[in-house]
């Protein structure tokens, strides 16, 4: 099975689940500690930055390297696809134990969707027809030990995942399970989120903080697999979106248990819609959820015209139910052919503005990237700069027919007058991004809502079907206020109440108490910054951020201590940034 390359290079992440429910134990859970490898494995490879969230037990050792264990691909009897540790092995090339299955055999006539909705009746007929594909081949997985389940009553030839108990007692049945997959087309879904600790947030929220965690995802996303979690607080105008990026991996409902299952319905629906044809070259070629995306969102209600599909309307970090139009998703979705079939956009940034910590902005390390994938990067506008520049390519963007590609760079979410785009290609494949500082902002059409996060598409035109975009996110910190004049930073306030009252997910800023005012020479060149904190007197930094201890008495700098940054633990568990002087 094709997968792209995991490349590791891993920053702090939070591995604990909540649990909702307790989970039943209705027989001796006899395991040799494989469905605990996944935690293992990853673990060896990251490198934690904030030792309060790093607290994931690691279970049992595997008695058996999982290179070595006996393997049996298992057998899909009633439509129950059961999760074992004899059908499931390592593969370290996705980073995930991959449980196998047998192909069942072709599948007994009669109904395959039950409904008397327009979208189901119409699968159905057309099933009937012999002109859609049903469910054979595919698996549901449900991740919360059936808390918001779909119905099976409905889809009567889906094979529904379940796990035996040696999977249960090791979690790997539960929530934004990384390292776990199946060699089949699989959708699913988690109504879970973390919580009860400084550390919530909902299971995408899990990954985004975390290069490896998002890479992991992605490739399971090529993989044909696929999952729906509800944003459970993530968006919600209590706090505000505080997604740091928009990624294609998934898809994220508005709401809390069970707001994912309106999508569950349209997935399984449109999955069931495909061609004959059409289905098997999707799974193929590793275009099936791809495709599936691109129907979720030019099918919404309001997005009726391809300037729609080009817009924010059609790719919100978050999704409304009251948005979907199953009818028309599976109608677009029947009525694709091997000849109309979407371009799949791959982007890398092969040139960026770097800032340097301890003087360009204040962390214990570099901690501008979030993370990289063909699919989707991004960026924390960390840096003091007004503006930030990086070239991004799409030019290993593919057409299953061999389609020439044009490209369309699209602002789906911020202010454009602050967003620069210059094609650097005649076909568009690349180009130079310049993007302002943003402060917090609004919304449209999200009454209450505000964000901090840029959204720009790339899309593919082969001349058929526009292509997913490719996202390119770059996210501002709500617990700073900054001031500008011509383009230079004149002062931050990280300390003010308004300020420290918004929130800012701990694994991507840590907290600061201090305010820092910019000071220039008549020549416009920074000469360095003053920093007031509570309960102490004000500190004079120069411009490459040492502090400034000594001065003649012409008022020239002559002593300096080099300063670095350090987080402590603070009385509610959260970390807070504190300078440090070397001696």
Not at 36 to 51: A, K, M
Not at 142 to 155: E, G, I, P
Not at 180 to 198: H, I, K, R
Not at 546 to 553: A, E, G, H
Request: glycine content about 6%; charged content about 25%.
């Amino acid at each position: 099975m094709r997968v792209f390359s995991v490349v590791i290079a891993i920053t702090s992440m939070l591995l604990m689940f909540a649990v909702l429910v307790v989970s039943p134990v209705d027989e001796l859970a006899v395991s040799t500690g494989l469905f605990n490898f996944p935690t293992q494995r990853i673990s060896q490879l990251r490198q934690p930055q904030i030792p309060a969230a790093d607290e994931t037990p690691q279970g049992t050792v595997p008695e058996i390297a999982p290179t070595e264990r006996p393997f049996q691909r298992g057998e899909i009897r009633d439509n129950v696809a059961r999760v074992t540790e004899l059908n499931t092995r390592w593969e370290e090339s996705r980073l995930s134990l991959v449980t196998s299955f047998n192909l069942p055999g072709a599948p007994s006539r009669g109904a395959i969707i039950i409904g008397s909705s327009p979208a189901e009746v119409a699968v159905q007929k057309w099933i009937e027809e012999g002109t859609a594909s049903g469910h054979h081949g595919f698996l549901y997985d449900n991740r919360d030990r059936d808390h918001s389940n779909l119905n099976q009553s409905k889809f009567p030839h889906l094979a529904f995942v379940e796990y035996d108990a040696a999977a249960r007692k090791a979690d790997a049945d539960w929530g934004q399970r990384i390292g776990q997959a199946f060699d089949l087309p699989t959708f699913g879904n988690s109504s879970t989120a973390q919580v009860g600790s400084p550390f919530w947030r909902s299971n995408p929220r899990i990954v985004m903080p975390d290069d490896a965690f998002t890479k992991i995802v992605y490739n399971e996303f090529l993989n044909n697999q696929m999952y729906c979690y509800p944003e459970h607080n993530d968006f919600d105008p209590e706090h505000g979106d505080v997604y740091p990026a928009n990624a294609p991996f998934w898809v994220i409902s508005q709401g809390s248990s069970g707001s994912d299952q309106p999508f569950m319905e349209a997935i399984a629906l449109t999955l069931a819609a495909f061609r004959p044809d059409v289905q098997q070259k999707l799974i193929e070629s590793h275009w099936l959820m791809h495709v599936v995306q691109i129907l979720l969102r030019r099918s919404q209600k309001s997005v009726q015209t391809d300037d729609d599909y080009y817009s924010g309307k059609a790719h919100p970090v978050v999704f409304q139910s009251s948005e979907l139009d199953v009818l028309r998703m599976v109608q677009m979705a029947h009525e694709l052919t091997l000849a109309t079939l979407p371009a799949m956009v791959r982007i890398q940034v092969v040139e960026e503005d770097r800032g340097v910590p301890g003087r360009d902005y204040f962390h214990p390390h570099a901690a501008e990237r979030l993370f990289d994938t063909p699919a989707a990067v991004a960026r924390i506008f960390r840096t003091t700069a007004f503006r930030r520049r990086m070239v991004v390519d799409a030019g290993i963007s593919a057409d299953l027919n061999g389609r020439p590609l044009t490209f369309r760079w699209v602002v789906l979410q911020g202010d454009p007058d602050k967003v620069q785009i210059r094609p650097l290609r005649v076909n568009g494949a690349r180009a130079e991004i310049i993007l302002q500082w943003h402060a917090r902002t609004k919304i449209p059409g999200l009454e209450g809502m505000e964000t901090n996060r840029v959204d720009i598409g790339v899309f593919a035109d082969n001349g058929q079907t526009p292509s997913l975009p490719a996202f390119v996110s770059s996210f501002t910190l709500a617990n700073e206020d900054r001031t500008y004049a011509d383009g230079r930073i004149q002062a931050v306030d990280y300390g003010t109440a308004v300020i420290c009252d918004r929130y800012v997910d701990p694994l991507i800023d840590i907290p600061k108490r201090w305010r820092d005012e910019y000071r220039y020479s008549p020549t416009s060149e920074l000469l360095g910054w003053q920093r007031t904190s509570p309960g102490t007197e004000p500190q004079e930094f120069a411009a490459d951020g040492q502090r400034i201890v000594k001065r003649d008495d012409a008022g020239t700098p002559t002593d300096f201590r080099k300063v670095t940054y350090k987080f402590i633990i603070d009385d509610g568990k959260v970390p807070v940034l504190k300078a440090v002087e070397s001696p």
